[in-house]
T-cell receptor, first 116, second 111 residues
Framework: AQSVAQPEDQVNVAEGNPLTVKCTYS??????LFWYVQYPNRGLQFLLK??????LVKGSYGFEAEFNKSQTSFHLKKPSALVSDSALYFC??????????????FGTGTRLQVTL | DGGITQSPKYLFRKEGQNVTLSCEQN?????MYWYRQDPGQGLRLIYY???????QKGDIAEGYSVSREKKESFPLTVTSAQKNPTAFYLC??????????FGSGTRLTVV
């Protein structure tokens, strides 16, 4: 079975400060890892993914994430937070190299609150 | 623009009533998924379909049913057997690429 843990229900950060949203995962085989963002009453929007290659992945809106295989982590980061980054963030994992057969498993989400 | 359309945006159900949530995509994606979102529980998979005329149960399929008669459409019916249907429902699709494309969701409330 595969699983994702997002240990923080909420992360608070001041605008202009760096932010980190934590994610650890468990999956057999090679992991495909994803971050999505959700604004109120909206669907999930794709931010970035790790499939293979460079452990540091850059995505939309200045976000990046670092894949750490030994720690089974995929933390989301941004050097300078904006108030408009305030939203609900989901980490997801699926087993790689399985075509459309495998499904995404999502974490419980972390609410990011950026204040002035 | 290509994308996924979910309708209606808000839906109210009376006790004992079946309701159907619509999900249509024009992305030519093979696989489609239905998730349920409750506060603090993330997204839980209800049903998924990898090809037309085929679908599988997810983690919380009881009280729900689906059909996949066309590639573009994957409607979800919430039956009276679902005892706690109030939630936000999300439809998603995926082709042979890596990630999912999500619709904007339907909020179902029991009245």
């Amino acid at each position: 079975a595969q699983s994702v843990a997002q240990p923080e229900d909420q992360v608070n950060v001041a605008e202009g400060n760096p932010l980190t949203v934590k994610c650890t995962y468990s999956v057999s085989g090679n992991p495909y890892l994803f971050w999505y963002v959700q604004y109120p009453n909206r669907g999930l929007q794709f931010l970035l993914k790790y499939i293979t290659g460079d452990n540091l992945v850059k995505g939309s809106y200045g976000f990046e994430a670092e894949f750490n295989k030994s720690q089974t982590s995929f933390h989301l980061k941004k050097p300078s937070a904006l108030v408009s980054d305030s939203a609900l963030y989901f980490c997801a994992v699926r087993r790689g190299n399985t075509g459309t057969a495998s499904k995404l498993t999502f974490g419980t989400g972390t609410r990011l609150q950026v204040t002035l | 623009d290509g994308g996924i359309t979910q309708s209606p945006k808000y839906l109210f159900r009376k006790e004992g009533q079946n309701v159907t949530l619509s999900c249509e995509q024009n992305l030519n994606h093979d696989a489609m998924y239905w998730y349920r979102q409750d506060p603090g529980q993330g997204l839980r998979l209800i049903y998924y379909s990898q090809i037309v005329n085929d679908f599988q149960k997810g983690d919380i399929a009881e009280g729900y049913s689906v059909s996949r008669e066309k590639k573009e459409s994957f409607p979800l019916t919430v039956t009276s057997a679902q005892k706690n249907p109030t939630a936000f429902y999300l439809c998603a699709s995926r082709n042979t690429g890596y990630g999912y494309t999500f619709g904007s969701g339907t909020r179902l409330t029991v009245v």
